[in-house]
Nanobody, 128 residues
Framework: EVQLVESGGGLVQAGGSLRLSCKVS????????GAWFRQAPGKEREGVSC????????YYADSVKGRFTISRDNARNEVYLQMNNLQPEDTAAYYC?????????????????????WGQGTQVTVSS
């Protein structure tokens, strides 16, 4: 059974930091790109960041560029999202995702249909 389990969410004040982790099991994670998405109440899900399977190429949404860092540890089957200088607008449920296929053009890699495996999410709340 494939499972993606997120952890590390919580309540933090504006300007603070959190590190999200996603433990992947049931698939050969080395072959999968990893990504983080988020969804705030009343809003559509949006891609935050992704990391390729082949060369660890990363891509970020403009809204988080310079504040968030994605990384992966294939030996541990984990993908991480370090979030610094968090702002109230970052408040959302954050979801880990994995997918085998990725478009050659990086700008399209945060479209959710590329990802076939999803976690249940972890809540991040940033107070002002």
């Amino acid at each position: 059974e494939v499972q993606l389990v997120e952890s590390g969410g919580g309540l933090v004040q504006a300007g603070g930091s959190l590190r999200l982790s996603c433990k992947v099991s049931g698939l050969i994670f080395d072959l999968y790109a990893g990504a983080w998405f988020r969804q705030a109440p009343g809003k559509e899900r949006e891609g935050v960041s992704c990391i390729s399977s082949s060369d660890n190429t990363t891509y970020y949404a403009d809204s988080v560029k310079g504040r968030f860092t994605i990384s992966r540890d294939n030996a541990r089957n984990e993908v991480y999202l370090q979030m610094n200088n968090l702002q109230p607008e970052d408040t959302a449920a954050y979801y880990c995702a994995a997918g085998r296929l990725q478009p050659s053009s990086a700008q399209y890699r945060l479209l959710s249909h590329w990802y076939t495996r999803w976690g249940q999410g972890t809540q991040v709340t940033v107070s002002s």
